[in-house]
Nanobody
């Protein structure tokens, strides 16, 4: 099993920046990709992929964050980051870290990002 711990969340004003971190521990060998998720607006029972990076360095972003968020990784440290700039109130959510290992999903508990003036 893989354990994931997110950090870096907190209250931020619109237009501000935050950097989230997610550290993986446990059975981390074989992790193929790590990602950040949140909920689509008004749909708390669904998850929306925010950004993903795989072990080959391929990166994917949701259209709503392109140009504002940057995902990066240090796979030697089993850690990914999400630099969030130009934050908007609609970015407010709990951000969840995911690690795919041998086609199984592993999840962290999330870190809250309230964007409010």
């Amino acid at each position: 099993q893989v354990q994931l711990v997110e950090s870096g969340g907190g209250v931020v004003e619109p237009g501000g920046s935050l950097k989230l971190s997610c550290v993986a521990s446990g059975d981390t060998a074989g992790i193929a990709a790590m990602s950040w998720y949140r909920h689509p607006p008004g749909k708390q029972r669904q998850l929306q992929l925010v950004a993903s990076i795989n072990s080959g360095g391929r990166i994917t972003y949701h259209d709503s964050v392109k140009g504002r968020f940057t995902i990066s990784s240090d796979f030697a440290k089993d850690t990914i980051y999400l630099q969030m700039d130009a934050l908007k109130p609609e970015d407010t959510d709990v951000y969840l870290c995911n690690a795919q290992r041998y086609l199984a999903d592993n999840w962290g508990r999330g870190t809250q990002v309230p964007v409010s003036s």
